[in-house]
């Protein structure tokens, strides 16, 4: 009873809408959150403080051993979009390119990339009152905007499903339309090579050098995999196409996001190698492949992602050396054995 009481309590204080506007799902752990967000807020608060001392005169943010330690312990929410622009080039690009992002959108009409495009619009964060039809102003209007100035800027990708909420993710932190263009093309056309080009090659081909890494570091869910047949791709492709947006929280995929853009995508094979050591003893229950599919939902739930300070200590120690040497070479032979397979 007095649980029930303090789950109750904890639902009238805590919004049911979060601070970038998506609504909590029925089943939200209010209690639980409240005890990590009270703790957080305060690391929060002294991080800010640091962050503000860092980034003071309004200098451009400069790649360092300093900066690379920040932004592992979180930037905050004030200070993300300027150090993410600088960090990932996209700040330079933006100023080399005056005017280049309005001449996109002024561009030639393309019906085939403003039909795909628009298809997506109301399947993008149907629980974010920001992307609602009724909402002022709507988001939907700036998500277009930003998608179809990279259709006609990156032709050989045009849009492809998933880049719809990278997208959101960006106009949700940056609160502009350039820079969120920029930052997606810092992702899709750096950070994440081939990735969502038509033949996905980039994709499938980290998908397997994830395979590689879990046969190396956890065999034993390696060989269960092998067991049932089952590609990596049913049940990691999600992680890797929305770089786990819908997948974890919000405030933890930020927190990935932050050393994505500074380190590039090793991270992610970080954040997977995480998942899935935390939760070896879990996956190996499975006893077929629908019940394996279940603990990959499974393990994206929960505490563990939730208190994302603790997570994001764990992805720097639990998977130990991920040089981007191997990584390199992994890339390498999976790439060449995909092309082969044809």
């Not at 204080?13 to 957080?40: C, L, M």
């Not at 998500?143 to 998933?162: D, I, K, S």
């Not at 995929?253 to 879990?282: M, P, Y």
């Not at 499974?298 to 040497?325: D, W, Y």
């Amino acid at each position: 009873m007095e649980s029930a009481g303090r789950a109750q309590a904890a639902r009238d204080r805590v919004p049911r809408i979060d601070p970038y506007g998506f609504e909590r799902p029925e089943d939200f752990d209010y209690a639980a959150y409240e005890e990590f967000f009270s703790t957080y807020l305060a690391i929060l608060t002294r991080r800010a403080i640091k962050w503000s001392r860092l980034l003071k005169g309004g200098a451009g943010v400069q790649k360092s051993m300093t900066l690379k330690r920040y932004i592992r312990k979180g930037v905050p929410l004030e200070h993300r979009a300027r150090v993410w622009m600088g960090v990932s080039g996209a700040q330079a690009q933006m100023d080399q390119n005056p005017g280049y992002y309005l001449h996109l959108l002024q561009g030639e009409k393309d019906d085939s990339l403003e039909e795909a495009i628009r298809t997506d619009m109301n399947r993008t964060f149907p629980d974010n009152v920001r992307f609602r039809k009724g909402s002022d102003p709507c988001l939907q209007r700036t998500l277009y905007n930003v998608l179809l100035a990279y259709g006609h800027h990156n032709r050989g990708v045009g849009y492809c499903q998933g880049m719809n909420f990278l997208a959101g993710y960006l106009i949700l932190v940056t609160r502009s339309e350039e820079e969120s263009f920029w930052l997606l093309d810092a992702l899709v056309g750096r950070i994440l090579p081939d990735y969502y080009s038509p033949s996905m090659l980039g994709l499938k081909t980290d998908q397997e050098v994830l395979g590689e890494l879990v046969r190396t570091k956890l065999p034993a869910v390696a060989a269960l995999m092998d067991s049932h047949g089952l590609l990596w791709t049913l049940v990691v492709s999600r992680w890797f196409i929305c770089l786990f947006v819908d997948v974890l929280p919000v405030e933890t995929v930020l927190r990935i996001w932050d050393c994505l853009f500074n380190e590039g995508s090793k991270i992610i094979f970080r954040v997977a190698l995480t998942l899935i050591k935390q939760h070896q003893a879990l996956i190996l229950e499975a006893t077929s492949i629908p019940d394996i599919c279940e603990k990959f939902k499974e393990i994206t739930r929960g505490s563990f992602v939730t208190e994302c300070h603790t997570f994001m200590q764990k992805i720097f120690s639990e998977p130990g050396s991920l040089s981007r040497a191997s990584i390199t070479r992994l890339r390498e032979r999976c790439r060449a054995q995909l092309l082969a397979q044809g």
